[in-house]
């Protein structure tokens, strides 16, 4: 014990962290990494289009339909770049159901040229939620990347949306079997 005399403290609280982090981290040690693989960057987005209830009207897979503000266009046949999406996210559209999400828009920012008296009977419904200018550009982000081209929903993305194979998915198996499956299906109960 005579050693641990002849080095400061603070040498000892160094070997120690030293040989605890070494401790800590075998799979490093092995060439294995030790970090989680990496996740989708636009994960952020797709939480905010839930959260803000992007698919009461849009739907999980963004081909619109009816909803509570009416028949939602679809994000899967828009021809909006990301900046067009960001500002119908934040402003809303005039004389339709899609409504804004930026605080403060109509009153403290102008939105199309308007405040709230401009619009009148034109002035889109507020968000149930407000969000910030992050969040907003992370929807887009999101839409561009996942919804916008992207043709009729697959079984594999709703899977994806909903982190699990949920039931609502079901019918977009079905709609994916194979010609050649269908086929030999049919053979079998004759």
Known sequence: MMI????????IMLLVSV???NFSMPATAYGQSAQAPPSDPTNAGKAVFSRANCVGCHKWHG??????GGDALSLRKTELTRDQI?????????CTGMPFFMRGAYDEVKCHGMNRQDAGAQMPPEGGTFLRPKDIEAVADYVIAHIKGAGE???A???AFFASASRVCDVYKT???KPEDAVANTGKNQ
């Open 4 to 11: 641990f005399n002849r080095f400061p403290a603070a040498a």
């Open 19 to 21: 040989v605890a982090l």
């Open 63 to 68: 081909n619109g339909g009816g909803g509570y």
């Open 86 to 94: 960001i500002e119908a996210v934040g402003f809303g559209r005039a």
């Open 153 to 155: 929903p697959t079984y």
């Open 157 to 159: 993305e709703c899977v």
């Open 175 to 177: 709609q994916e079997q």
